[in-house]
């Protein structure tokens, strides 16, 4: 092997190690960047606040009769805000199936959502979403000021709010169910009085 | 060094690193059905029913075009079918910049939650002037020690550094997320 030849065989290994540090280096960034960001779901400090009463709706429902939202009636109530054409609203349903299962003794879901009845009557069967009280109102959303999907809001059996949210994962929906348990708004709340301490 | 063996060499690497993109963004997409539909339908630009035909067809064609590239008397083919399919993507991606929604998930092979951006269609327009080159480069030249080495080298280290360029838009535009946040 030629001088000229060795040398480019070593420059090729340095350059493949120098591009896969690279990479590895943008990776950890990235992951990073995520945990840097709450855990918990994040509240914004818009509409009703938490440990407010929740306004109160009856709305009728795509698989037929009426739905009282927000209302004193001795459950939990989590309305879940999503939209047909939202990737992770659609990743999360599976994981709310399970919740609710799991969760049967105390919590109903509600799913909520606004926009054309056809749009969201194809979604609610192609999904096969007859397990969920499906409600659209625009009304709802306002009243709750839903800016971004999917977003949570947990009602408890007194028609409080307990606890509300933008979620990603399951993590997070748990996160609002936890919360209402401990009695606290969201993890930054909770943190926020923890570290006080 | 002989005009044509450059030209040769250019064009394994072209095809080589090309066969990889798709094909990993292909098995991304495949790995999760769900995750994949919802994106195509977010991008509203075909009726539903058309677009649950893209979904279930646009990874297979990504799996052929990257098959193609790799056999050197189908390579043309290969990388006209690649062309198509990046000529849909950064039209679908222009179009939604163009409408103002430019805050959907990209989903672009690799990278989770990639919004849409001009950085995109610059490395969709880089992508395309190698498929220009894979098509249209000699696929026959001397193959001896060198010119395996250098091609099969060129070839891993632009691959690794498609995805790293990937990941450093991903977290420019995270960082511009948490900035503003800041300010506010």
């Known amino acids: 092997m030629t001088a000229l030849a060795m040398s480019n065989v070593l420059l090729w290994i340095t350059n493949i190690a120098l591009v896969i540090t ?13 945990r840097v960001t709450p855990v918990g779901a994040l509240t914004m400090d818009h509409g009703p606040k ?30 879940f805000f999503l939209s047909p054409t939202c990737p992770v609203c659609k990743k999360l349903l599976p994981i709310l199936r399970s919740l609710s299962q799991h969760e049967r003794a105390t919590v109903d879901v509600v799913l909520a959502s606004d926009g054309e009845l056809d749009e969201h009557s194809l979604f609610y069967q192609r999904e096969k979403l007859k397990p969920f009280p499906y409600v659209l109102s625009a009304d709802l959303g306002m009243a709750f000021r839903i800016s971004k999907l999917p977003y949570a809001v947990v009602i408890g059996p007194a028609g409080l709010i307990s606890a509300k949210g933008l979620v990603n994962n399951r993590e997070q929906i748990e996160s609002l169910l936890i919360a209402q348990e401990m009695g606290v ?12 301490r | ?31 999760d059905w769900t995750m994949f539909d919802g994106i195509v339908e977010q991008y509203r630009i075909a009726p539903r029913w058309l677009a649950m035909i893209a979904v279930r067809s646009l990874p297979p064609m ?19 079918m690649g062309m198509c399919l990046m000529a849909l993507f950064t039209g679908a991606i222009i179009l939604n910049i163009a409408r103002g929604r430019a805050s959907i998930d990209c989903g672009c092979g690799g990278v989770r939650g990639q919004k849409l951006s001009l950085g995109l269609v610059l490395r969709n327009a880089g992508v395309m002037v190698a498929l220009a080159v894979a098509g249209t480069a000699p696929t026959s030249g001397p193959i001896d020690g060198m010119t395996v080495i250098g091609v099969l080298c060129a ?26 946040r800041s300010r506010s």
Do not use: W
């Not at chain 1, 690279?22 to 995520?34: K, P, S, T, Y």
């Not at chain 2, 632009?158 to 535009?173: D, S």
């Open chain 2, 155 to 180: 070839s891993v280290a632009l691959i690794a550094l498609y995805f790293a360029v990937n990941q450093l838009m991903r977290n420019f535009q995270q960082f511009s997320a948490i900035s503003s």
């Open chain 2, 1 to 31: 060094m002989d005009y044509q063996v450059s030209l040769f060499m250019l064009g394994e690497v072209a095809r080589l690193t090309l066969a990889a993109i798709f094909a990993l963004a292909a098995i991304h997409a495949m790995r």
């Open chain 2, 62 to 80: 990504e799996l052929a075009a990257a098959g193609a590239l790799l056999v050197p008397m189908m390579s043309r083919v290969g990388a006209s």
């Open chain 1, 22 to 34: 690279v990479l590895a280096l943008a990776r950890q960034i990235g992951v990073l960047n995520e």
């Open chain 1, 50 to 79: 938490v440990g407010e009463a929740a306004p109160v709706f009856t709305l009728p429902t795509l698989g037929g009769g009426d739905i009282v939202v927000g209302a004193a009636t001795g459950r939990s109530q989590l309305l």
């Open chain 1, 185 to 196: 708004a969201s993890l930054q709340e909770y943190r926020a009085k923890t570290q006080k």
